[in-house]
């Protein structure tokens, strides 16, 4: 019958139009619902004959059968439709790369200890660490330092409570304590290996090996601009021993620079200067030959022969004892080797500057 195959036909057009469930349900009511398409042919059975009803009967429950299967097919591929979309939402690109741990390095200025170490280790020299959190008698008043001197005051000194002129009292404002610490450890140790040894005759004939040592380490000092930072780096060098000049002082730092900074193409300048703990006491200065800082008189270092009452306050007699001490430091000597014109890009920790140094 033509009627009925319109309403199947109607009803797959408008079922393929129904984009999600909830649209074919509600499509599906017009066909099959109580007042629907063909509920509304199954009422109008009603004044037939006998006869008709049954071939009609059965006619239309033939359409109603074909509808629901249009239905049921077209609920599948509805379902699967929502499958598929939600599966490309949630989707795990699985080719995708992992995400890395991220490739740490060193610091710049741990960089240059690490350099500083290796070139005075294969010089012969040990390297020390002391304590940031000082006495007075280690940073000052060992090192010649007296008491009305300006580094003492507040404005240069960070003093910590609670503390006393022989207990720590204050953040170290340079590395020159370790000079004392490590020169009466040293002192002592080799005392302990004589008496040991008193009666092994001649093994030890009480000469004390040369202290010669590094102590590389952190600083403090109330000031902070573009080239300095409340906190910051020295190395301390010391070498004390019975027939140490200002000529091997010149030698060793001439011979450090030099290989700090990978060039030959580089003099020294000593400088004539004033510290409490040496006597001559001198600035360093390098200058470069060739590249982007050559001309300028840089300043790397103080430096001095130790003064007679250091050496006595190590526990040893000066008129034996001589030697050289300087303190250099490490964040200028990075930021001279890598050309960084600003202190704080080192404390800052933004990792764009620091990667640049993996
Ligand atoms: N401690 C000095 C400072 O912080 C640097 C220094 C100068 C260290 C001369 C020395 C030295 O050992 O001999 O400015």
Known sequence: MNDLQTVVDDARAAFELATTPADLENTKAQYLG????????????????????????????????????A???????????????????????????????GQGGLHPVSLTLERIE???????????????????????????????????????????????????????THTSPMQIRHAVQHVKRHRRQVEGNATAEGL??????????IAPGRTYRVDSDATHSPMFHQCEGLWVGENVSFKDLK???TDFCRSFFESNDLVLRFRPSFFPFTEP????????????????????????????????????DPERYIGFAFGMGPDRLTMLRYGVNDLRLF????????????
């Open 118 to 172: 290796a070139i005075f280790g294969s010089m012969g020299f040990e390297v020390a660490q002391g304590p940031e959190i000082e006495s007075d008698w280690f940073n000052f008043t060992a090192l010649n330092t007296p008491e009305d001197h300006p580094a003492r005051s507040m404005h240069d000194t960070f003093y910590v409570e609670g503390g006393t002129e022989t207990a720590p009292n204050l953040l170290r």
């Open 281 to 316: 006491s001198a600035e360093i200065d390098i200058q470069f030959s060739s590249g982007p800082l050559a001309g300028n008189w840089l300043e790397v270092a103080g430096s001095g022969q130790v003064h007679p009452n250091v050496i006595r306050n190590m526990g040893l």
């Open 204 to 213: 030890f004939a009480g000469v004390m090996p040369e202290i010669r040592v």
């Open 347 to 358: 404390f800052d920790g933004d990792i764009r500057f620091l990667s640049q140094f993996r």
């Open 71 to 101: 239905l049921n097919a077209r609920r599948l591929a509805l379902a699967d439709a929502e499958l598929q979309a939600q599966l490309q939402a949630e989707a795990l690109d699985v080719s995708l790369p992992g995400r890395q741990r």
């Open 251 to 253: 030698f060793v730092f």
């Open 34 to 69: 109580k007042s629907g398409r063909i509920t509304e042919m199954m009422k109008g059975m009603a004044t037939l004959p006998v006869e008709q009803k049954k071939t009609r009967g059965a006619a239309i429950n033939l359409a109603k059968q074909a509808i629901e299967a």
